[in-house]
Structures are given as C-alpha cells and as structure tokens.
C-alpha cells in the first residue's frame, strides 16, 4: 500500500498531506511569524504522527521556479526524507504544472513573481506547459487572458489589468492528485530533486550580513531538527 508524503512551501505558509490507502491527512500552517526553515520540520513531523509514523513510500515537493530559499529548505527537507527513507520514490514536478493543476483551469498562464521586478510565466494547455519565460511588467498590463498566481491575487489585479485566480484547496494534497493522475508517465527530471531555476541564483553579500558563526549555527540547527526527527521516528540518517 503506497505511504504518499506530499507538501507544498509557501511564502506565508505550510501545506500538507499524507495518504494511505483511502485514509488522507491534511493540514496547512500559517508562518506569518515563523521562518520556514523552522516551521517546516515540525509540521511535517506532526503529520507523520497523525498517520501514525508509517513508512514512506512516496515523497512529494516541487522543485522550482520559487524563491531561492524556498527551493533550498524544501529540497534540502526532500532529501532528508529520502535518506531516512531510501525506498522512496520521488515526485518533483514544476510549480508551473502544480498551480495549473490546482487551478482546474484547461487554459491559462501559470504567473510566479520573482520579488525582483519581473516575473517567471508558462503558458498551459490540459497541463502541457510552454517553455518558461521572463515576463516583464509591461508584458502583463494589457494581456486578456487568466494567469494563475500562488498568492495575493488582489495584489496582481490591482497592478495589472486582467484576470488572476489563485488555487483556494490545499496545494499538498493538489500535487498527490497530480502524482496519481501521471505516476505512468512522470518526465525523469520529475524523479530527482534536481531544483528548476529559470535564472541561477545570484550570490551577494549584504552590507549587514548575519556574523559568520551564527549562520553556522542556523544550518547546525537545521541539521538537528532533522536528526532527531529520525531518530525519534526509529529510522537513521545522516546528514
């Protein structure tokens, strides 16, 4: 019986699922005032409890385009699962191709904002997706069809002319529908955890920058949560 594990990172929130069987678990966390770093162990930790700590079959995360850290802390969590669980298969699809399956829409643009002035769009046609592309702003004002926005839709509508939904269900549990509507025929970039960025990450240190040793000591944390989520779950890894 396949243990699916599937969760979704946000800007401001956590989403969640697991499914056994016919048994689903859901959940969703507001992280308003959490770093995602910290919130997202113990939220899938508690989900797991509510399943009761079965063992994995499935792991599900999308891998890009997002910000860079939220790419990071989900794959890195992604990985940690898949060391506790070797077994695992995994299924990484784009957050393109999850917001339009969330979106229940046949036609329309997936639209991701960068935060730097410019946005990252696909086109879709029943889940085929366009090549990626860089949208700029005045490439936005004016278009008549439906984008598809993972947050603040009434932030686009009142910047842009046009039609904007964003997903109301829990994108979690979206990505294991997503998952058993194509698990015949996953692409093999949708089987690793090999992130999606459409532009490299640029490096740069900030005038204010946080002391070397405590950001050492923030990645040490990290590391631990993990840790001793799989000790106390009775499984090992090593990270």
């Known amino acids: 019986m396949d ?10 929130v956590l989403y969640g699922a697991f499914k056994q069987g016919e048994s689903v678990y859901e959940d969703k966390l507001s992280i308003q ?3 995602q ?28 385009p997002a910000s860079y850290t939220t ?12 060391t506790a669980f070797p077994k695992a298969h995994i299924f990484a699809p784009s957050h ?6 969330a ?49 603040r839709p009434d932030y686009f509508r009142s910047k842009f002319k046009g039609n904007f939904v964003a997903p109301n269900s829990n994108l979690a549990l979206c990505q294991i529908d997503l998952f058993e509507l194509e698990k015949s025929h996953l692409q ?15 490096y740069r240190k900030k005038k204010q920058s946080m002391p070397e040793f405590l950001a050492h000591r923030e990645k040490l944390k990290y590391k631990l949560e993990l840790l001793i989520w799989g000790f106390y779950s009775g499984f090992s890894a090593t990270i």
């Open 33 to 35: 005032d959490s770093y």
């Open 103 to 151: 979106s229940g829409l046949k036609q329309g643009t997936v639209l991701i904002d960068s935060q730097k002035g410019f946005y990252y769009g696909a086109s879709f046609d029943n889940l085929k997706l366009d090549s990626p592309q860089v949208w700029e702003e005045d490439a936005i004002e004016n278009m008549p069809e439906t984008f598809v926005v993972s947050s």
């Open 96 to 101: 393109f191709k999850v917001l339009a399956f």
């Open 71 to 82: 790419i990071r802390i989900s794959l890195s969590a992604a990985q940690g699962l898949k």
């Open 37 to 64: 770093s910290e919130a997202l162990v113990p939220f899938l930790s508690r989900l797991w409890q509510k399943a009761n700590n079965t063992p994995l079959t499935h792991i599900i995360c999308p891998r890009g």
């Open 3 to 12: 243990s699916i594990l599937s969760f979704f990172v946000g800007e401001k």
């Open 188 to 202: 093999p970039e949708e089987k690793t955890l090999s992130p999606l960025y459409i532009q490299n990450p640029v």
